[in-house]
């Protein structure tokens, strides 16, 4: 247990050179271009017009849930963007710093969480963006936007989880980069975010495969805050779920990087 703990303590006790190198990471990803950081938000805008296009105009997919298409759209891809992001990130942190990696007196524990971090800051601005289209719809913040808060940290823990065993097992297993690259692909389409899950009512099972995915949880949860108005205590059993699922991973995660972490600088 104290080997389990002496991650997270890590990180707390480290809590503001992991800000600081997150701020950084952020502003030295688009350096050198024209627009710099502008591009951090205008790929993902892209990729929300060309998807709300394709289906509200050229296959006419009309509502969604009972939502306009663009908000069903825009509420559930925003809270993936940022798992896509963090997870890409985090995987690749410690090789990206790897001559962080190498230098004996630094905490490089704290390395995957710069990049979700880092991840978070576009986030923040995606939601933002989400709530203008949703008021201009007539959908207004209310005191269950609030709960945005609380997805978003269930995004964070779960990317956090994942990016600790990930970015531990790609520094001796080059080719996980390309897998998760490929799953993500494949994920965006799993889960309920383009299409709705209640076409598949008559197939009871499926849908319960389907809401095992964590992401679901959130998905679902960012819609319910923006657009339906539905408290957490409507669905505390996927909660439950959730955070059960969320822990092993992130417990999982701690054991792998502690395992590998002595062979990085060998490696690198």
């Known amino acids: 247990m104290k080997k389990i703990l002496e991650l997270p303590m890590e990180i707390f006790h480290n809590r503001h ?7 950084n990471d952020f502003k030295t990803k688009y350096a050198g271009s024209y ?5 951090a938000f205008i790929q993902p805008i892209v990729t929300i017009l060309v998807y709300w296009f394709v ?4 296959l006419k997919a009309g509502n969604a849930s009972n939502y306009p298409f663009v908000l069903y759209l825009v509420s559930g891809i925003v809270p993936w963007f940022f798992f896509q992001d963090a997870l890409n990130g985090g995987t690749n942190a410690l090789i990206e710093y790897n001559y962080l990696v190498k230098k004996v007196v630094f905490k490089i524990s704290i390395l995957p969480m710069v990049k979700v971090i880092s991840a ?13 289209i949703s008021s201009c719809y007539g959908y ?3 005191i269950y936007t609030l709960q945005l808060v609380y997805y978003s940290v269930c995004t964070f823990v779960l990317s956090l989880a994942l990016v600790y065993a990930t970015s531990a097992i790609v ?9 998760i690259n490929i799953l993500l692909q494949v994920g965006v389409w799993m889960t309920p975010i383009m299409w ?36 957490l205590t409507a669905h505390w059993k996927w ?10 991973l992130f417990l999982l995660g701690t054991v792998i990087f502690k395992r590998l972490k002595p062979h990085f600088a060998d490696v690198l």
């Open 35 to 39: 627009l710099g950081i502008v591009w």
């Open 239 to 248: 909660g439950l779920y959730f955070w059960c699922v969320t822990v092993l």
């Open 196 to 231: 709705d899950l209640a076409m598949l009512n008559g197939h009871p099972l499926l849908m319960k495969i389907f809401k095992f995915n964590p992401i679901y949880y959130i998905v679902s949860g960012y819609r319910d805050s923006m657009l339906g108005q539905v408290g």
């Open 140 to 142: 207004t913040p209310t």
């Open 120 to 132: 978070l800051f576009v986030h923040c601005f995606f939601v933002l963006f989400a709530l203008i």
């Open 17 to 23: 050179l992991v800000f600081s190198l997150a701020k």
């Open 171 to 179: 520094i001796f297993f080059r080719d996980l980069t390309q897998i």
């Open 55 to 58: 289906f509200s105009v050229g």
